[in-house]
């Protein structure tokens, strides 16, 4: 199988499968429903409702399914937080007993049936009502243009207007469909830990301009993931507009005349590359692009893929030395289909558990989407994962109590959809000032790791690291009391 099969054969398993495309689907729907109701008698009339981001650009991978619904209010001028939609928008999903995490001053954040993680989004409908029965590309034209119009007179507001334009945002990646090459690139930065301000739609419009640069040159998903990275390994070089729905004449002068720039595709006035972001991506992102980019030469010169070591990064899972008290095993769990974690107790995290578990769940895909058909490989692979994991914090071992009885854990389900998942508990803050929840005592304990049996609910065997370098000792002094008494007799 070439290099550039192997790839796409990794990416295409990112894709969410039928299950979590209903469930989706009535998540949605739901979500929709209950907006139109709650704002049926406001003043804030709803127009539309819409599900963008990467689930409306069918770029999801299923590892991590989170999904932006952008609400289209008419009468609402941005900003929303001096209107207080943003406000209206909260209190919407706590009157629905959601989940809620966070607002900011552009969006909602809950989550649905501990499934997905939704962004709700407001946006200003700047169609006339006096033009019904538009088709769906000719309404996206019509908000675009009555967009601009609006931000002539408030250029300094182009930020404020990025929901209100996300359907041309939408609009602009289906008509490229280079959604394979882009589930590749979502996968590499989620396995990474690379998070920052946009840092997803960045990602995903380098992808698309290295496409675009590739496709020219007859090349393949190989090769256009190896454009990618060399974009990232030279950031401030970067130049990159698109005139899908505005001419370069319309980008302001001061941006062109001094690079880098990645103009939004849908806002002549919006720079991605600012002066933040850029400093992230410097310090961050370019020295993984070039581990990559090495890895990378490294399987074409042998003709093959390592997954483990190209997707798996001690950068994504650092966080985790602040965790203690580690413990993991496999169990049953057919009802959940996507990586997620469960807090316990009260206790706050100290660093962000929704990143730590996509990354472990990357680091598993990479590890067994080879063997779909394999289960006892597929658990010797986990096995090689936990064993990584295990040299990351040091001290991660079996307990003799219960999951629940951690801080947190980690239910990370296997990518052949049967049933299994890989589970991973622990404590968090420092381990050198809590005292040990097994032993009693805060002196430093064996590292061990627990693999369970994937036919039982709990089980298996652990490794002592301390009990085998015991028996080992005990091997060896034997056999030296043997071979003497041997020596003596031949005497």
Sequence with gaps: MSLSSQL???????????TIIQATKHCVGDIRTKLRDYFKYTDAVVHRVRPLGSYGKKTSVFLSMDIDIVVYFNDIEPPFTENGLIDRLEGFVRNFDFAFEHSTNKSVSFR???????????????????????????????????AYKYLKGKPRQYKDLSSSLSEATVSFQKKRNFHTLIRLVKFWRLAHGIRFFACSYIMELLAVSAAEGSRNNGRDIFEEFRAFLE?????????????????REDIPPDILASPPYLMDPSNPYNNLLNE??????EEFVVPIACSTLKHLDEAEQYEAIDFSELFFSMQGLKECHKGHNYITDCRRDPNNYMPYYIQHTDNKPTFPLKGLVISLSTCQYAATFKERCNRNRKRSNWKELTAKFARVVKKFRQSGKDHEMRDVTYCIPSCLNDGDALYISHNWGSRENELDDDSGTDEPTESRVLIGDLRNDIGGVEMDTSECCASFCACLFVLAGLIFALVWFLN
């Design 8 to 18: 796409k054969q990794l990416a295409d398993g990112l894709d969410p499968d039928r």
């Design 112 to 146: 649905y049936d501990n499934q997905f993680s939704i962004d709700l989004l407001p946006a200003t409908n700047f169609i006339p009502r006096n033009m019904p029965g538009l088709s769906n590309s000719e309404r996206i034209w019509e908000q675009v243009k009555a």
């Design 231 to 247: 974009l990232l390994t030279e950031p401030t070089r970067i130049a990159i507009y698109w005139t899908d729905f505005y001419r």
């Design 276 to 281: 933040v972001v850029l400093l992230q991506i």
